[in-house]
């Protein structure tokens, strides 16, 4: 059974950073996922963050986070990264890890992620 378990959420003021792990059991990230980052506010439907093809990429952003976050994979703890610098209040949102088996498609909606996390809550204050 796949579980992905997200950390690393929490307060932070503009322009700092956080650091998102997300531990995947049931899956190996050595062989050929699409793992990711969704996140949502309330009120708001999910929004796609980042993506990257395991084990070795590449990883893709969307616009609103380009430059300012990084999706990685420790293979050697089967543990996807995001890395999130210079952040602002609009970054604030619940986060949540995504899996599907074998490539990532260019448009990445939900429905094509079979595997997500419980979420991690980042703020952002100004």
């Known amino acids: 059974q796949v579980q992905l378990v997200e950390s690393g959420g929490g307060s932070v003021e503009a322009g700092g950073s956080l650091r998102l792990s997300c531990a995947a059991s049931?899956?190996?990230?050595?062989?050929?996922?699409?793992m990711g980052w969704f996140r949502q506010a309330p009120g708001e439907e999910r929004e796609w963050v980042s993506m990257i093809i395991s084990p070795y990429g590449p990883s893709s952003n969307a616009d609103a986070v380009k430059g300012r976050f990084t999706t990685s994979i420790e293979n050697s703890t089967n543990t996807l990264i995001l890395q999130m610098t210079n952040l602002k209040p609009e970054d604030t949102d619940m986060y949540y890890c995504?899996?599907?088996?074998?490539?990532?498609?260019?448009?990445?909606?939900?429905?094509?992620?079979?595997?997500w996390g419980q979420g991690t809550q980042v703020t952002v204050s100004s």
């Open positions: 995504v899996a599907a088996v074998g490539l990532c498609v260019a448009r990445p909606v939900q429905s094509y992620f079979a595997y």
């Open positions: 049931g899956l190996d990230v050595r062989t050929r996922y699409c």
